[in-house]
């Protein structure tokens, strides 16, 4: 069994509309590192999209995943809800972090943005969010091979 899976692919026999077929199905290699990466945004957790949710939601794996809100931070006072993914920023396309990081890099303290989240149900809502780097600093934590790494995102 462990062979198959390592191949680059596998037939799956499969029972349709009263006949056995064979599939013929790509496999992946996954590290069981999911995430490697993620930012503290205006008091929300954000890191890529779960690949789990693309392969048994159909949900596409753009944008950026709110994993989870502090209370009382900007997230929370403007309703940047967890389980939400951010696609855009002020009009720009947030394909993955980078994206994002570079979207929201050199914005001042008190700025408000405007970002396009999209729901699990592909249910869109445009939040605006108003920066408070006094209290809600960005930052980003990265795993290494000794541990997670905290870096100023400004």
Not at 8 to 32: D, Q, Y
Not at 49 to 64: C, T
């Amino acid at each position: 069994m462990s062979a198959a899976v390592r191949a680059p692919a596998v037939a799956l026999t499969i029972w349709r509309a009263g006949a056995e077929l064979s599939v013929p199905l790509k496999t992946v290699v996954l590290t069981g590192r999911d995430i490697d990466r993620v930012l503290m945004w205006a008091g929300a957790t954000l890191h890529a999209p779960h690949r789990a949710m693309a392969v048994q939601r159909g949900i596409e794996p753009d944008g950026v995943f709110i994993a989870f809100f502090m209370y009382g931070s900007p997230a929370s006072r403007y309703k940047l809800w967890a389980g939400r993914r951010i696609t855009e920023i002020d009009g720009i396309p947030v394909a993955d972090l980078d994206a994002f990081i570079r979207a929201v890099s050199g914005r001042p303290d008190g700025a408000s943005l405007r970002l396009k989240t999209v729901s699990w149900n592909d249910s869109i809502e445009i939040i605006t969010v108003r920066l408070d780097q006094h209290y809600w600093p960005a930052y980003e934590l990265r795993r290494t091979d000794t541990g997670w790494k905290r870096m100023p995102l400004e």
